[in-house]
């Protein structure tokens, strides 16, 4: 088990950052001694307003498209449009049900906790019910949410009953928004205590909240970002993988995130030109790991 809160804010309130990191990098070495960094080619794909299952030919070319790219996963984007077939049961299980038909072997993701629990209170079924018949139409894995905060009893719920019907999913943590250190902490543990309790977390995501005044001297500092994920990774013992994201950390600060305990890139685009997937992977090189490429649930890898 991980180190205790007290321990936890203690490292928080610590000006030794490189002591903390090499911790951080032990816990790594010790969950991955092979020295591999993953990371996953993904698209994101809108439900169009209005669509129901059948009447939109390009939404599904468009997946077909990314799925000759390379994708092995699809993340569908919806903006629960008051009123379309997107925001109640039925619509969402005949568009799930149908994009699994036509791409059988593809992760599908969709739907965050917030949006979940949206959908329980138009459906007029319970948590579970609604997320039975979502999985049962085919929906692999709820997503992430970086808007709702993490940790809170709502979001937790989610998570658990979705880790009950053997859904994997990503906890991401939101940091740098104005919380205070305890919070932060108390997020981290409640985390935690989900994850002994279910076992349901593929992997953990830290994520530096934007600043609210755009200003990017505003920004959480280098120093913040590489002493909370190396905490993370110390605290989080029991979920196997920290992802530290290419995508919204940017190349270079990633590879200093793997010598503070992170194991993943995250998830690219196939069709990215401004960053493409052997960008990524000489990024991963060149910081001294081997880049192999993933599923969206984190057990497949691809060693190409």
């Not at 329980?120 to 997320?131: I, K, R, W």
């Not at 194991?263 to 000489?282: K, Q, W």
Request: charged share 20%.
């Amino acid at each position: 088990m991980g180190i205790s809160r007290q321990q936890a804010l203690e490292c928080f309130r610590s000006d030794d950052l490189i002591g903390i990191g090499m911790e951080a990098d032990a816990v790594r070495r010790r969950l991955h001694p092979e020295d591999v960094v993953s990371y996953a080619i993904q698209c994101a794909v809108s439900i169009p307003v209005g669509m129901d299952a059948t009447n939109d030919a390009s939404f599904y070319a468009e997946i077909a498209r990314m799925a000759d790219l390379g994708s092995s996963s699809v993340r569908l984007v919806n903006h629960f449009n008051s009123g379309s077939k997107t925001s109640d049961i039925e619509g969402l299980v005949g568009i799930i049900r149908d994009i699994r038909q036509r791409f059988s072997s593809l992760w599908l993701e969709a739907l965050s906790p917030a949006q979940i629990l949206a959908l329980v209170a138009n459906s007029g079924l319970d948590l579970q019910e609604t997320l039975v018949r979502l999985h049962n139409a085919g929906l692999d894995s709820i997503a992430s949410d970086s808007s709702q905060p993490a940790g809170n009893a709502d979001w937790l719920a989610v998570h658990r009953a979705a880790h009950a019907l053997g859904m994997p999913t990503v906890a991401t943590m939101v940091f740098g928004a104005g919380e205070t250190l305890e919070q932060r902490v108390d997020i981290l543990q409640a985390i935690r205590q989900l994850q002994q309790e279910t076992g349901g977390f593929a992997a953990f995501v830290p994520l530096p909240a934007e600043p609210a005044s755009g200003r990017e001297l505003d920004a959480v500092t280098a120093v913040e970002q590489m002493k909370t994920l190396a905490i993370a990774r110390i605290f989080l013992d029991s979920i196997e993988n920290i992802q530290w994201s290419g995508s919204a950390q940017g190349l270079k600060l990633l590879q200093t995130g793997l010598r503070f305990g992170a194991n993943d890139a995250g998830s690219i685009t196939p069709d990215d030109s401004s960053r493409s997937e052997e960008d990524l992977r000489r990024i991963i090189r060149d910081a001294g790991f081997q880049p192999t490429q993933r599923n969206a649930p984190y057990r497949t890898m691809f060693l190409n």
